[in-house]
Structure formats: structure tokens, C-alpha cells
């Protein structure tokens, strides 16, 4: 049976803390499939379409990655693309408590699909889209959160 995780996330932006943990799980799977969430109770900064193109731009050389916008329950994601694990990045103690009832109720709707967390590098751990989407908002540099491409996009 092949290892297909899911990661999912809204990467509003693509970041390097998520850069971090796709390149890390990579190794774990025989395929990594970057899940953009759509959440209808937010408002994102940028498109779908646009979080997609950052993502397929810098992973086009990678054969063990796929890109997929969804919306509704990961676990049902999941099933459809035949996903067995979900991948998410751990932050902070808080980041754990919020992620493992998530990944507890994922377990009771679907038994057969397994989280699992990696902790992302000391260095990130202040980054995230939140954050970067206010600095964003007030004119700043993000240049040391983001990917290149990303800042191509937002300096536009």
C-alpha cells in the first residue's frame, strides 16, 4: 500500500515554516499531496488560484508532489484522493492541544486515516500566515517569512 499524506492548510501566504514541513515530510511518503483549505468563514488575502500557482512553481520539479484546492472535511478530502495520513506542523505546546482535537476528531470520523505531526524548526516558529498577512496589510517586508515567488506577487 502506497504512504499518501495530505498536508493540508490555507498557506494565505506560502510561507517557510510550510516550506519547512513539506520538505521534511517528504521523505515519509511515496507521495505528498499539498491540500489548500477553503474556509468560507474566512477571508483570505489571496486567491485559491494564486496560493495553488506558488505552490505547483516551486515544487514543479518534484514528482512526488501534488496540489489540490478542497473545501469541506480534510478526512473526506482525504478518501477522495486516497490519502491515508494527514501531515500538520506543530509551532508551539498550543499549536499541539489545538491540532490533537482536530486530529481526534478526524480519527472518529475516519479510523483509517493517521496524523502526523512535525515540529517545524526553531527558526520558524514565529512565522505564520496570520502574522505575515499583517505585516503585509501595513506595508512591510516579508522577505524573510516568505518564498521569492510569494514576494514577486505581493510587490506587484
Known amino acids: 500500500m502506497k504512504r499518501i499524506g495530505l498536508f493540508p492548510g490555507t ?3 506560502l510561507t517557510f515554516g510550510h516550506l ?6 517528504l521523505p515519509l511518503f511515496d507521495k505528498l499531496i ?3 483549505g477553503i474556509n468560507s ?3 483570505p488575502m489571496f486567491s ?3 496560493r495553488l500557482e506558488w505552490l505547483n ?5 518534484e514528482p512526488k508532489i501534488e496540489t489540490v484546492i478542497y473545501e469541506g472535511l480534510t478526512v473526506d478530502c482525504c478518501k477522495r484522493i486516497g490519502a491515508n495520513y494527514i501531515v500538520r506542523g506543530i ?3 498550543n499549536d499541539f492541544e489545538y491540532e490533537k482535537a482536530i486530529a481526534d476528531m478526524n480519527r472518529s470520523l475516519d479510523g ?3 496524523t502526523i505531526f512535525l515540529t517545524c524548526l526553531p527558526k520558524y516558529t514565529s512565522v505564520a500566515s496570520t502574522l505575515v498577512r499583517d505585516v503585509l496589510r501595513y506595508g512591510g517586508d516579508v522577505s524573510q517569512f516568505v518564498p521569492e515567488i510569494v514576494l514577486k506577487t505581493v510587490n506587484v
Open 112 to 114: 483509517n486515516i493517521e
Open 41 to 43: 468563514s474566512k477571508a
Open 48 to 50: 485559491a488560484e494564486q
Open 34 to 36: 499539498i491540500g489548500i
Open 11 to 13: 498557506f494565505d501566504p
Open 57 to 61: 512553481e516551486i515544487f514543479k520539479l
Open 91 to 93: 509551532r508551539y505546546v
Open 20 to 25: 519547512d514541513i513539506i520538505e521534511r515530510a
